[in-house]
């Protein structure tokens, strides 16, 4: 834990918060140190789900802080092991993670809550791409959004930096859920602590499989798959857990999941 970020853990669960008033701006500083508690939580394996989120409820996050570029940080700063916020280029996170929107979520914030596998937000939630209004490319939105929204509305956002609230971002599936401010945390760690209780192998196999195989053909990626030449599908193949899951299927019980 720091300063800027606080870290708990609740169980098999870490929880992540951004702070850093007044806006929860990140400089490379910072991201590096959410990179190194992003890789602790991927490799620790008494964690099985995290959320990220922010103090306040105005901003999640607006993305770079500017004051730190006007003091002559680049926009390629050493951002660390995580890339931008310590979840863009993270190797081999295969975990769940909620990001908990509890305010405006710009640039660099915007592009770290799409890096995370569900989105919730407070009903008050907005969401932008300004970067094309000072001459920044928005690099991580550039790559991801296009391939998860319509290209067309991908690149109105891109293009315009509009912003969108939590309503249209929720139309196109960019959130998950809306909730009151007051609902936001104790249903992120509803969803967190049902995941977490989830089967770990699984998991893990299902973000390999999607991380390894989005660009392939389809036949090609089935083969990646059912020639279990991805290392966590192979794993979850041969393991304990596979298992476990017929047979509690068979006995009608609850599975006791090993992670082995």
Sequence with gaps: MTDAIKTQRRGRVLEVTIDRPKANAIDAATSRIMGDIFANF???????????????????????????????EAPDSDYGVGGFGGLQELPGLNKPVICAVNGLAYGGGFEI??????????????FALPEIR??????????????????????????????????????WGIVNEILAADQLMPRARELADMLAGGPPLVFAAIKETLRETSHLPVQQAFNMVTKRKLPTVDKLYSSEDQLEGAKAFAEKRDPVWKGR
């Design 42 to 72: 991927r490799d620790d394996p008494e964690l099985r789900c995290a959320i990220l989120t922010a103090t306040g409820e105005k901003f999640f996050c607006p993305g770079w802080d500017l004051k730190a570029a006007a003091a002559g």
């Design 113 to 126: 809550a799409i890096s995370c596998d569900l989105i919730l937000a407070a009903e008050h939630a907005s």
């Design 134 to 171: 000072s001459g920044t490319l928005a690099d991580a939105a550039t790559i991801k959004l296009p391939r998860r929204i319509p290209y067309h509305v991908a690149m109105d956002l891109i293009f315009t930096g509009r912003r969108m609230d939590a309503a249209e971002a929720h139309k």
